[in-house]
C-alpha cells in the first residue's frame, strides 16, 4: 500500500528553527509536495522536490533523499504566523497526489 | 483572478438528501480535482478532471459523481446522502499533472445529520 508518516503534532519557539519530517512508501515517484494549512482554511503549496537536495525559499527550506523515501521541512526564524498544519504529500506514478495526515506546528512566545 | 472559487461554505443535509457541490476556476487549468479531508486524515481524492469533458475516480469516489462540460465548473454530487460523508470539501486546480501546484478552493464543510 502507499504510505505517508509524519509528526501528529509539534512544538517549538518564536524565532527558533524546526524540521518537520516525512516518510513515504509510494507506487512509482513523481515529486514531493509541502502545503501549509492554517485552521479552517485551505492548503497552500510551499515547496516542491524532484530530486534529491535541499530546496532553500526564504525562511522555509524543504530536502528529499529518494533512495531513503524521506523529506523535511525546514522553518527558520519561526513567527507566530507559522501556527498551522504542514501537509506532506507525494505524487505517484499516476501523477496522483497522496497525502500525509499533517502535523500541526503550535509556535509559543 | 478569484483563484478557486466553491460554494456554499457551510451545509447540514439530512441522511437520505442529495446536494451540488460547486466549484469554479478563473485560471483556464486543465486539471481539477475533488478531495475530502476528515480530522486526524490526508486529503482523499474523489473524482479528477483532465479537461472538459472527462473525468476519472479517485481513491474515494463511492457515493458522489462529477460532471465537467466546462473547463471553469467542476460539480460534486452527493446522492443519497449519509453520516459518513460528513467531512470538509476541498476543489483544486493544476494546469498539469506533474510538477504543477495545485491551487486549492476555500473549502466546504458538510455535516450529515
Known amino acids: 500500500g502507499q504510505n505517508i508518516d509524519q509528526p501528529t503534532e509539534m512544538t517549538a519557539t518564536e524565532g527558533a528553527i524546526v524540521q518537520i519530517n516525512c516518510t513515504y512508501q509510494t507506487s512509482g515517484f513523481n515529486g514531493l509536495f509541502w502545503y501549509q494549512q492554517h485552521a479552517g482554511e485551505a492548503p497552500t503549496f510551499l515547496s516542491y522536490?524532484?530530486l534529491d537536495g535541499l530546496e532553500e525559499k526564504g525562511r522555509f527550506s524543504s530536502f528529499l533523499s529518494r533512495s531513503k523515501g524521506y523529506s523535511y521541512l525546514l522553518l527558520k526564524e519561526l513567527q507566530m504566523k507559522d501556527s498551522a498544519s504542514y501537509l506532506c504529500?507525494?505524487?505517484?506514478?499516476?501523477?496522483?497526489?497522496?497525502w500525509g495526515a499533517g502535523t500541526k506546528l503550535i509556535i509559543k512566545p | 483572478n478569484a483563484g478557486v472559487t466553491q460554494t456554499p461554505k457551510f451545509r447540514i443535509l439530512k441522511i437520505g438528501q442529495s446536494m451540488t457541490l460547486q466549484c469554479t476556476q478563473d485560471m483556464n487549468h486543465n486539471y481539477m480535482y475533488w478531495y475530502r479531508q476528515d480530522p486526524g486524515m490526508g486529503l482523499k481524492l474523489i473524482y479528477y478532471?483532465?479537461?472538459?469533458?472527462?473525468?476519472d475516480k479517485g481513491e474515494v469516489p463511492n457515493g458522489y459523481n462529477v460532471s465537467r462540460s466546462t473547463t471553469e465548473d467542476f460539480p460534486l454530487r452527493l446522492e443519497l446522502a449519509a453520516p459518513s460523508q460528513t467531512s470538509v470539501y476541498f476543489c483544486?486546480?493544476?494546469?498539469?499533472?506533474?510538477?504543477?501546484?495545485?491551487?486549492f478552493g476555500p473549502g466546504t464543510r458538510l455535516t450529515v445529520l
Open positions: 483544486a486546480s493544476s494546469p498539469g499533472q506533474d510538477y504543477n501546484e495545485q491551487f
Open positions: 478532471s483532465v479537461g472538459a469533458g472527462i473525468t
Open positions: 504529500a507525494v505524487m505517484d506514478s499516476n501523477y496522483q497526489l497522496i
Open positions: 522536490n524532484v
